[in-house]
């Protein structure tokens, strides 16, 4: 981006004053997906999924380098480079833009706010106090009421009881759903730190089980909310995340020690519990709010596609006609099967698992070996016609 970008919202944009680059920031609308991308006066900025970005923002939405932040002219710009989900500036998709604080900057469907230190984080216009109300026409002296009939006084008293009464009623109406709303936002950005955590090591096999039980744990605290609100889809995708990162490490220890049986029970276990709390999602719910909950189910199947792969080439390792071990014919075309699943499951994930599933990605990457086997076979031994 130059000193003095094209503004796409409005055509040539307008150099603001010469002003120092201010110190700025990103904060993200959802605390759970991305801590604050903090704006270093003097360095640019890139956002992507990629290790190498300056800011890594770990979602399949987001490209591997989406946008690119500089500073100039006393303020920053931001400008999209060539992303699939584009980047939008309250709500209008550019390719540059400066930016003002307050502004909305998604990138694909991920929310941001941009602030910069020292400044309110939207500048909001200050609402005018209202005209005076008219002053009442002057009423006559009122008469000398007898004693002893306090009705006025007394129905006075009430209504003021009635009020106050109703008003509580809204309070009170009110104060659960704050609240929940408090107790939802305290858990994900519970579920936010012990993920980002976790993927702050990268693929690090010697962590896996403590860096499993540390998801569990975030997990566990947020059960008791979820089991209350299973309808609430920001809390079943943080739950499907950190479920599929703490199975990912178990799963790793697992396999790592060919224990391909309990790795087998642990994809089933893990699996259910996934199935079981989409379908206690609401109907009609955005298929957008169920990504999650789909690419974690379809991340475990294949982890057991993975497993049979693995069995298979473990039964029979030697590719040869006088093998002491030869796959019968109905073995062959049952491992086919997996074969092919396993070239549309590492298609379907190539850009993500690099990224996000450090752990498996390695894994697959035997996986390929155990694939090769499987089609020497195949070309050897060729299959019984249906």
Known sequence: ????????????????????????????????????????????????????????????????????????????????????????????????????????????????????????????APTPAPNPPPKPPARPPAKAKPKGRPRPLVIGAVVAVVALGLGGAAVVSWYPGYQKQQRIEAALADGGRAMRGVLAHGADPTRAVEEAQTLEAALERLGPLLAEHPDEPKLSEVAARLTILAAERRFAELFAHSQLREAGQLIAEVRGRLVDQMRRLPRGLRSADREELTAAIDLLDFADVLVKLRSFAGQYPVVSATAPATPPGEVLALIRRERKAFSLYRRAFIETLPVEHP???????????????????????GLPKR
């Open 359 to 381: 752990l498996l990605d390695g894994i697959v990457r035997g996986g390929e070996r155990d694939a090769v086997l499987v089609d020497r076979w195949i070309a050897l031994l």
């Open 1 to 124: 981006m130059p000193d003095a970008p094209q503004d796409s919202r409005t055509g040539p944009a307008a150099a603001p004053a010469r002003r120092p680059v201010p110190p700025a920031r990103l904060v993200c609308a959802d605390p759970a997906v991305a801590d604050m991308l903090a704006l270093t006066p003097g360095a640019e900025a890139i956002v992507g999924r990629e290790e190498g970005c300056t800011h890594v923002v770990p979602l399949p939405k987001v490209s591997r380098r989406h946008a690119r932040l500089v500073g100039g002219n006393g303020t920053w710009g931001i400008q999209d480079l060539n992303s699939s989900n584009g980047v939008f500036v309250n709500g209008e998709r550019i390719r540059t833009a400066w930016l003002k604080p307050g502004d909305e900057v998604r990138l694909g469907a991920l929310a941001f706010r941009y602030e910069v230190d020292g400044e309110p984080p939207a500048a909001t």
